[in-house]
Nanobody, 122 residues
Framework: QVQLVESGGGLVQAGDSLRLSCAASGRSFSSSAMGWFRQTPGKEREFVAAIDWSGGSSVYADSVKGRFTISRDNAKNTVYLQMNSLKPEDTAVYSC???????????????WGQGTQVTVSS
């Protein structure tokens, strides 16, 4: 089992950067694929990025490719999402998730954090 706690959200202006962190507890972290998803009110949760257990493979949504970077530090049980060139449409609650394989769908992830709010003003 994995427990996840996100941090690093906030209010920024368009063009700014933020780095989200997701601290994990539990023995399964280093063997889990990790994903970041985001959600806005009235919409379904949307895939953002994911990374495999080793950090050697990652995948991104087209909307963030080239601007966001996912990484992980298994020694610190932490996964990161570096977000550059932020846009107002990136405003959402961002949640990290742990799963068994590198996938882009919500149902592939069994464990979820509570989320952190990111607001980008124009």
């Amino acid at each position: 089992q994995v427990q996840l706690v996100e941090s690093g959200g906030g209010l920024v202006q368009a063009g700014d950067s933020l780095r989200l962190s997701c601290a994990a507890s539990g023995r399964s972290f280093s063997s889990s694929a990790m994903g970041w998803f985001r959600q806005t009110p009235g919409k379904e949760r949307e895939f953002v990025a994911a990374i495999d257990w080793s950090g050697g493979s990652s995948v991104y949504a087209d909307s963030v490719k080239g601007r966001f970077t996912i990484s992980r530090d298994n020694a610190k049980n932490t996964v990161y999402l570096q977000m550059n060139s932020l846009k107002p449409e990136d405003t959402a609650v961002y949640s990290c998730a742990a799963g068994g394989a590198l996938r882009t769908v919500v149902r592939a992830y069994a464990y979820w954090g509570q989320g952190t709010q990111v607001t980008v003003s124009s």
